[in-house]
């Protein structure tokens, strides 16, 4: 047993550890940056539990501790368990109906005194424990349509209670399991299809469903009368064009509309088109000014931006080398709103420049690196459908967060992992990495 204990010890991937210190450590010294005032006594505002910083410092020991019991555990309580852990993300989702609490327009927090819960933050944990074990089970055939249906409803079912949580950035975090799915067999027919649908909502941001009505039926039109001799041979290329035309109608006519009307939110959706240099057109006219202004327009524009101009200022005002700590004076001055959270990176940007920034970039570059390589060395199809899980879910973060501060992404709530402020968040990438080391401790087991 005693031996068994070492060989785990030495077995541990202690980069991957280092990495996620490092990238901790780097978020607690921003969130400082971001609420330290000259008044503040140091020691005692860090151990008031008062000040974000403070909080996150605690809640960073109590990653420790969960982390250390997480590597204490044995793997295979992580193969035992995940049906039952999924059943319990989807009872917490359920429950913020009745007890949640209300955060920025979300019911989706459960409220636990010292901190709040977000459920559907911590189901990426349980999804991607599910995953793994449904792809591992030696009667699971993933060229199978069903096989890719079940496995499929495993990973968007939380997707449905996020968004009518009114959490729809972190819905879209569930899309990144597309990525381990297509790892295990997962026909790239459906990646493809994905893909046109995005280029498609982009294409709804620039025109109006009209023009692109016109549009796909004049392409229809052209591409017939190019392939009109092969039509001729084969009919089904025909019926090709006509589906691929009706249902591209369809989804700009339809499913668009639906989707800025009912599923984002108002601000989402004008936070979304304002980025195109549009008004939403999908805005109930009830509660529209019908005499609105060309004034009234820009000034709604400007407060659409606010947060994203504001981000890009400081970021832009920090050069190559920065400020330097606790200079920055956007961050300091409280211009950026959710500095602490979804903007953190806009505190990086100001006080280290460029260089903090490419620093922090190559951090998580290696991080990604890292949980891929000990992917492909696991024996195990659970481990490595697990370790592709978890480095899908931070790579979609870290993408759509830094896109997002930029200007290049909308705002939609997504946080940048283990930067950010905010328990739950510290604590599911806390988790979801910690599971994976000590899975890979025993990577010459065959789990299931």
């Not at 501060?405 to 950010?420: D, K, R």
Request: glycine share 6%; hydrophobic share 50%; net charge positive.
């Amino acid at each position: 047993m005693y031996q068994k204990k070492i060989l785990q010890n030495q077995n541990k991937d202690w980069p991957i550890i280092w990495l996620y210190a490092v990238i901790a450590i780097i978020g607690l010294i921003c969130i400082f940056s971001v609420e330290y005032r000259e008044q503040d006594q140091i020691i005692n505002s860090f151990l008031a539990f008062k000040k974000n910083y403070s909080k996150q410092f605690f809640y960073l020991l109590a990653c420790v501790v969960v982390a250390t019991f997480i590597l204490l555990t044995d793997s295979k309580f992580f193969t035992a368990t995940p049906n039952l852990l999924y059943l319990l993300g989807i009872v917490l989702m359920l429950a913020t109906f009745v007890v949640g609490k209300t955060v920025n327009g979300s019911k989706s927090w459960i409220p636990l005194g010292f901190m709040n819960l977000q459920p559907v933050e911590t189901c990426k944990i349980f999804a991607s424990l599910a995953l793994a074990k449904y792809l591992s089970q030696p009667d699971t055939d993933f060229t199978k349509g069903r096989s890719q249906l079940i496995a499929t409803a495993i990973c968007f079912l939380p997707i449905i209670f996020s968004v009518l949580q009114n959490e729809t950035g972190l819905a879209l975090v569930y899309f990144s399991f597309l990525l381990p799915m297509y790892r295990e067999g997962f026909p790239p027919i459906y990646l493809i299809i994905g893909a046109f649908l995005g280029i498609l909502l982009v294409t709804a941001l620039l025109f109006t469903p009209f023009q692109l009505i016109i549009g796909f039926t004049l392409i229809s039109v052209v591409v017939i009368y190019f392939l009109i001799r092969k039509i001729k041979r084969n009919k089904s290329l025909l019926i090709t064009i006509i589906t691929i035309w009706a249902l591209s109608i369809f989804f700009v006519g339809v499913a668009v509309p639906f989707l800025f009307k009912h599923v984002f939110q108002k601000y989402q959706a004008d936070r979304i088109f304002s980025m195109v240099g549009r008004d939403n057109p999908y805005t109930d006219s009830k509660t529209v000014d019908l005499v609105e202004t060309e004034k009234s327009k820009k000034i709604k524009s400007e407060t659409e931006n606010y947060n994203v101009k504001q981000s890009k200022i400081a970021i832009g005002s920090g050069g190559f080398l920065g400020k330097g700590f606790l200079k920055g004076t956007q961050t300091q001055g409280d211009f950026v709103p959710e500095q602490h959270t979804d903007f953190i990176f806009t505190s990086l940007g100001e006080n280290f420049g460029f260089i903090g920034c490419a620093i922090l970039m190559m951090l998580y570059l290696g991080l990604l690196l890292r949980i891929i390589m000990i992917a492909e060395r696991q024996r195990s199809t659970f481990s490595r459908v697990y370790a592709y899980s978890v480095a899908s879910i931070i790579f979609f973060h870290v993408a759509v967060n830094i896109c997002m501060t930029i200007g290049l992404a909308p705002v939609i709530g997504i946080t940048l992992p283990l930067m950010s402020y905010g328990g739950s968040s510290l604590l599911t990438f806390t988790i979801l990495i910690f599971i994976l080391v000590r899975l890979d401790a025993d990577r010459q087991m065959v789990l299931r």
